[in-house]
């Protein structure tokens, strides 16, 4: 909290993350709104990483990692569990790389993440839905067949390929005030966070996570890692807990933290998705919610928010499930 | 049928539309997917529309249209008859040169498309839910104010806007093999044809239409303007009739037509929100579902497919109706 001691990634790692992934990545449009602005109040700048190969930010860290692997390393191929974005990302970037990836997965992992992994070339061990089961299936993958355990989020090159998102970002849009982004792990906000401080001193970083996933903004607020408890969030890509690399990050280039209300999240996905045409996933639309929830706080000012991801469940919207619960 | 006479609108008309319309609507992006591609054995490029000001192309020829009036025709303000895209398209165009706009609307229409006129400055004339009534009212607007009707389709200045869609298509990816578009009054797909023909003599130029609203296909099949049946598709957009001025475009350049089932449309629609995170209404589905029930038919071809708008009902969405009915 007091020191500015070296980060686990600087800017460099990040600048050096976007060559390296630049043949295998989306650059992603940033998109604005007239009414959205109006609606909202500030002068908001998407970066559209719904957009991105697999429809989430994932693949930025995801490449950065397996690419930033001597061959060596790599022949073996590469492991992690995951039910979520990380594990196609994972085995898009093994794909592309030419190496095997295995994925641990609960046995009660919705069948179309499993597709989606065996159609990207991912090889699928499950696991019994337990904490301890999932690391010892990882665990032991990782002694059977050699292949190096890319963490979802508590990873420096991890990190470093999300913040390429925000690189981007400032590239496209100069002279934010602001840039947000939602909190789960903690790669995506912290690669953000280390970007954003390189880009422009003054621009402000604001975190964003679910009243009902509040782990890291205990975290921050308290200056220790806090444990999660349980999270009862429809932001399944923020119910991870903060991991220890982006909490040192984030305890250290933060300005603010702002947490949400389960209805704002709702709104403000039905109002990305009704206004600017584009499908957005629960936890993507956590940034949107806070600025909703914020009144005239931000008002006026040039905020880049990160649309994490577009992998939202079609067949079961949260506004349509809350309209039948009434 | 047999000549090929001077055609209403021509490639001039479209590139003058271009240039007048510029500073008040978007170039919007051109959208490819390699998943949808390999799922449509096609190498398909999607001019987003539905990115468009107001949801959809109409802003175009809407902006074409009052922007083409002289100073002392737009005075008095422009009319329309709609409950639809074009209602909100002519109320920002009327907005934008700063002149009223008078829309007539059943008295059944939806509230949403209300408050979205009026929140774009359009003044809502109600009327009895019926064609007679709908032609009084419009009569009784302009002999009133001296309102110059501009009519959703089947008016000059009206598809050489929507013709600029395509126009820039063109510029945005070089040597398509075809082009493809729904027809609902034709107004978009007239535009479109005229464009193409001028833009690359061997561009196929195919109109998609529901089977259950195949009034225009009936026409441009028997050569002769065919009334409409009542229709009855999901596809809202495309309820309306096939205009003259459409039919005699599209009698000369069309160079294939192809007629859809809904359960197709709504099987698209679903493709293009779950894989590319884009928001389409059920009528911009149609040139999708018909790549989708073509089979082999267009294998390995550029097709450029115009994505009219995304104007959809988030809280009815047809696949879910389906499995609630099922």
């Given at each position: 909290m007091s020191g500015t001691g070296k980060?686990?990634?600087?800017f460099a790692d990040i600048d050096a993350a976007a060559r390296r992934i630049a043949p295998f990545i989306h650059r992603t449009p940033v998109f604005a709104s007239h009414r959205l602005n109006e609606i909202l109040g500030v002068d908001a700048y998407f970066?559209?990483?719904?957009?991105?190969?697999?429809?989430?930010?994932k693949a930025r860290g995801a490449h950065n990692a397996v690419f930033a692997l001597s061959p060596e390393q790599a022949a073996p191929g590469v492991a992690t569990h995951s039910s979520g974005n990380h594990a196609a990302a994972l085995s898009l970037a093994a794909r592309n790389r030419g190496i095997p990836a295995y994925i641990v997965m609960p046995s009660n992992a919705p069948r179309i993440k499993m597709e989606s992994v065996r159609r990207l070339g991912g090889t699928i061990r499950l696991c019994e839905p337990t904490m301890r089961a999932r690391g010892a299936a990882v665990a032991e993958l990782i002694a059977e067949c050699g292949a190096t355990l890319i963490h979802p989020y508590d990873n420096d090159e991890v990190i470093a390929g999300q913040g390429t998102a925000a690189l981007e970002l400032f590239g496209q849009v100069p002279e934010l005030d602001m840039v947000m982004a939602p909190v789960g792990g903690g790669g995506l906000m912290s690669g953000t966070a280390v970007a954003a401080r390189a880009a422009r001193r003054k621009m402000r970083i604001v975190a964003c996570e679910p009243v009902q996933a509040d782990d890291a903004y205990r975290s921050w607020a308290s200056g220790r890692l806090q444990p999660g408890s349980p999270p009862d969030t429809?932001?399944?890509?923020?119910?991870t807990t903060l991991g220890e690399r982006a909490f040192v990050i984030l305890r250290e280039l933060l300005d603010d933290f702002v947490t949400v209300r389960e209805a704002s999240i709702v709104a403000a996905m039905r109002l990305v998705w009704e206004v600017m045409k584009v499908v957005i996933e629960p936890s993507a639309a956590v940034p949107v919610a806070a600025l909703l929830e914020a009144g005239d706080r931000f008002r006026g000012q040039r905020v880049g928010v990160i649309l994490?991801?577009?992998?939202?469940d079609l067949d079961r919207l949260p506004w349509l499930a809350e309209s039948a619960r009434a």
């Open positions: 980060l686990p990634v600087t970066k559209c990483e719904n957009f991105q190969r697999i429809g989430a930010f429809i932001a399944d890509g923020l119910r994490s991801g577009g992998n939202a």
